[in-house]
T-cell receptor, first 112, second 114 residues
Framework: ETGVTQSPTHLIKTRGQQVTLRCSSQSGHNTVSWYQQALGQGPQFIFQ???????GRGNFPPRFSGLQFPNYSSELNVNALELDDSALYLC???????????FGQGTRLTVV | GNSVTQMEGPVTLSEEAFLTINCTYT??????LFWYVQYPGEGLQLLLK?????DKGSNKGFEATYRKETTSFHLEKGSVQVSDSAVYFCALSASYNTGNQFYFGTGTSLTVIP
């Protein structure tokens, strides 16, 4: 059983640029959620995808968007990057039959 | 709404000391409760969970009991080790038909000194 993998592990972008982060979910999981963890804070829910459709969104602006593919992998896209977008972005996969979610190692995004 | 409040750190303990990290929650419905641990530079690892009132989750010497009457899920360990140094997050999971959404506390940093 493979775990949740995210790429890249680290990324540096300039303010105003766009970024795409990727996540491969754990085998058998069809739900993927994305979280933003600012330094010294707990993760905050961005949105969730189930069977390729967005299903639930936290308090994040529309420039945060995503996709889920038929193999249940997912992308998080952020447009018009701001300095405050600097954070660890975590992907979590789960299935409706489970209570827990399994988290990837995260992508550390730095916006300069 | 759903939210989690946990004890602020940082917490510094000597090896073999007793650990308590307080966590309380507010939730609609019947959430599951979790403790996750994060080591430096890494993602979140599930430490333990409880899915209903009065359940006790346990793992690696850590324990937490789901107390509905006090809306609490305090983390305890009788004798901490240096290797337990990490950041601990209390979380609740609100379940929907398509999966679950997590709400995290702000984290408590624990340092155990020899």
């Amino acid at each position: 059983e493979t775990g949740v993998t995210q790429s890249p592990t680290h990324l540096i972008k300039t303010r105003g640029q766009q970024v795409t982060l990727r996540c491969s979910s754990q085998s058998g999981h069809n739900t993927v959620s994305w979280y933003q963890q600012a330094l010294g804070q707990g993760p905050q829910f961005i949105f969730q995808y189930y069977r390729e459709e967005e299903n639930g969104r936290g308090n994040f602006p529309p420039r945060f968007s995503g996709l889920q593919f038929p193999n249940y992998s997912s992308e998080l896209n952020v447009n018009a990057l701001e300095l405050d977008d600097s954070a660890l972005y975590l992907c979590a996969s789960s299935s409706p039959r489970q209570t827990e979610a399994f988290f990837g190692q995260g992508t550390r995004l730095t916006v300069v | 709404g759903n939210s989690v409040t946990q004890m602020e750190g940082p917490v510094t303990l000597s090896e073999e000391a007793f650990l308590t990290i307080n966590c309380t929650y507010t939730a609609t419905g019947y959430p599951s409760l979790f403790w996750y641990v994060q080591y430096p530079g890494e993602g979140l690892q599930l430490l333990l969970k409880a899915t209903k009132a009065d359940d006790k989750g346990s793992n690696k010497g850590f324990e937490a009991t789901y107390r509905k009457e006090t809306t609490s899920f305090h983390l305890e360990k009788g004798s901490v080790q240096v290797s337990d140094s990490a950041v601990y997050f209390c979380a609740l999971s609100a379940s929907y038909n398509t999966g679950n959404q997590f709400y995290f506390g702000t984290g408590t940093s624990l340092t155990v000194i020899p």
